[in-house]
Nanobody, 133 residues
């Protein structure tokens, strides 16, 4: 039932900015983790940034200081603000969310951000980001 739909990608000049959005439907787990991944042609998929249920964030080294992940919990929207973009940031960007870990006391808990990538069970279709020199 969980669906993720991302948007906001496009083509920009180096040094420019983009803001990606991801609308998460029916993601009602307690705790859990949502994040952004990217994959460029010929390269391995990379975990870019994550945010957990407490608002704690993580970032891949190449984007630290330039990207900011945030979430509107009320409207179930995940954001990735990307500033000072570089050609190396060119990739398909995906939003993702972890799946069910366990249930207790009538509450469903999803996997934490410390979990491996395989625990991200819900994925969007992707949005292309292209940064030209």
């Amino acid at each position: 039932q969980v669906q993720l739909v991302e948007s906001g990608g496009g083509s920009v000049q180096a040094g420019g900015s983009l803001r990606l959005s991801c609308v998460a439907s029916e993601y009602t787990y307690s705790g859990g983790c949502m994040g952004w991944f990217r994959q460029a042609p010929g390269k391995e998929r990379e975990r870019v940034a994550t945010i957990d249920g407490d608002g704690s964030t993580t970032y891949a080294d190449p984007v630290k200081g330039r990207f900011t992940i945030s979430q509107d919990n009320t409207k179930s929207i995940l954001y990735l603000q990307m500033n000072s973009l570089k050609p190396e940031d060119t990739a398909m960007y995906y939003c993702a969310a972890t799946g069910l870990a366990f249930e207790y006391g009538g509450t469903s808990y999803a996997y934490q951000c410390s979990s491996p990538d395989s625990d991200f069970r819900y994925w969007g279709q992707g949005t292309q980001v292209t940064v030209s020199a």
